[in-house]
C-alpha cells in the first residue's frame, strides 16, 4: 500500500474534491460526445443508406444529415459514422433491421 495522502495532495494543487470529481466528469463526457465508426459488413446502396439515416432519426433523433457512410479514416474499414458515441447500441438495432451486422473487430497487426 502507499502512503499517498489524497487531502495533502488536494490542498497543495489548491483543488477540492468536487473540482477534481467534475475534472474527471467533463473529460469523459466530452470524448463521450464525439462521434464514433461502426464497421459494417457490407456496403448499403444509396437508396438503403437513406433509409438507414432516417430510421435512425426516427429510432434515436439523431439529425439524418450527419449519419455517413464511407470509410473510416484511422481503420480504412467501411463504415457507418453516427455523431454521438452514446448512441452506439441505438444505431446498432437500426443496422439489424437492415440485416446489416458489425464487423468482427480484428487487429490491424492482424489484417
Same mark, same amino acid.
Given at each position: 500500500?502507499?502512503?499517498?495522502?489524497?487531502?495533502?495532495?488536494?490542498? =497543495?494543487?489548491?483543488? $477540492?474534491?468536487?473540482? #477534481?470529481? %467534475?475534472?474527471? $466528469? $467533463?473529460?469523459?463526457?466530452?470524448d463521450w460526445? =464525439? +462521434?464514433?465508426?461502426?464497421a459494417i459488413?457490407?456496403?448499403?446502396?444509396?437508396?438503403?443508406?437513406?433509409?438507414?439515416?432516417?430510421?435512425? %432519426?426516427?429510432?434515436?433523433?439523431?439529425? =439524418?444529415?450527419?449519419?455517413?457512410?464511407?470509410? %473510416?479514416?484511422? $481503420? +480504412?474499414?467501411?463504415?457507418?459514422?453516427?455523431?454521438?458515441?452514446?448512441?452506439?447500441? %441505438?444505431?446498432?438495432?437500426?443496422?439489424k433491421k437492415?440485416?446489416? +451486422?458489425? #464487423?468482427?473487430?480484428?487487429?490491424?497487426?492482424? #489484417?
Amino acid at each position: 500500500m502507499s502512503n499517498f495522502d489524497y487531502k495533502k495532495y488536494l490542498a =497543495e494543487n489548491k483543488l $477540492t474534491a468536487s473540482s #477534481r470529481l %467534475n475534472e474527471t $466528469t $467533463t473529460d469523459n463526457v466530452s470524448d463521450w460526445d =464525439e +462521434g464514433i465508426y461502426i464497421a459494417i459488413n457490407k456496403k448499403p446502396t444509396p437508396e438503403m443508406q437513406a433509409q438507414i439515416a432516417k430510421a435512425a %432519426n426516427e429510432e434515436f433523433f439523431v439529425d =439524418e444529415e450527419e449519419i455517413k457512410f464511407g470509410e %473510416n479514416p484511422k $481503420t +480504412g474499414e467501411y463504415s457507418v459514422y453516427i455523431p454521438f458515441a452514446g448512441d452506439y447500441s %441505438n444505431m446498432m438495432d437500426v443496422l439489424k433491421k437492415f440485416k446489416i +451486422g458489425k #464487423r468482427p473487430y480484428t487487429s490491424p497487426f492482424l #489484417r
